[in-house]
């Protein structure tokens, strides 16, 4: 067979987009691999719990930290009546910023 295996071990520290050359000689022959490897985290779900006297609003700063190497946009999609927030949020690299989440509810 005319192939070769190039195992590789990569442990990235943390998400973001990891990029390098592979320069492989021979007497006969040069040749340069790129390879990029983007890191993302798993998804997680996450609870909130309000609390709150009846009829009062109360607000939750959720913050949000972009770790990776290219600037959020983000949009929002809240569901359930009494919530209200942003409908979208930016978040420059390396920043973190908060997303305020209202629940105001309409009874007790």
């Known amino acids: 067979s005319d192939t070769a295996g190039l195992p590789i071990k990569f442990i990235p520290p943390d ?3 990891y990029r390098c050359q592979i320069l492989l000689k ?3 022959d040069v040749r340069v691999y ?10 997680v779900d996450a609870e909130l719990e309000f ?3 009846a009829c009062q609003s109360v607000t939750q700063n ?14 929002a999609k809240l569901e359930g ?4 927030g ?10 973190t ?3 305020p989440l209202t629940f105001n509810p309409v009874a007790e």
Not at 66 to 75: A, C, G, H, P, Y
Not at 81 to 84: A, I, N, S, T, V
Not at 86 to 95: C, D, H, K, M, S
């Open 51 to 53: 609390l709150t006297p």
């Open 34 to 43: 790129e390879i990029e490897c983007v890191v993302t985290k798993d998804q």
């Open 81 to 84: 009546e009494g919530f209200y």
């Open 26 to 28: 021979s007497p006969c």
């Open 15 to 17: 998400v973001g987009c």
């Open 62 to 75: 959720i913050p949000i930290s972009n770790t990776s190497n290219v600037d959020w946009k983000l949009e």
């Open 86 to 95: 942003p409908p979208v949020i930016n978040v420059g690299v390396g920043e």
């Open 97 to 99: 910023a908060l997303y």
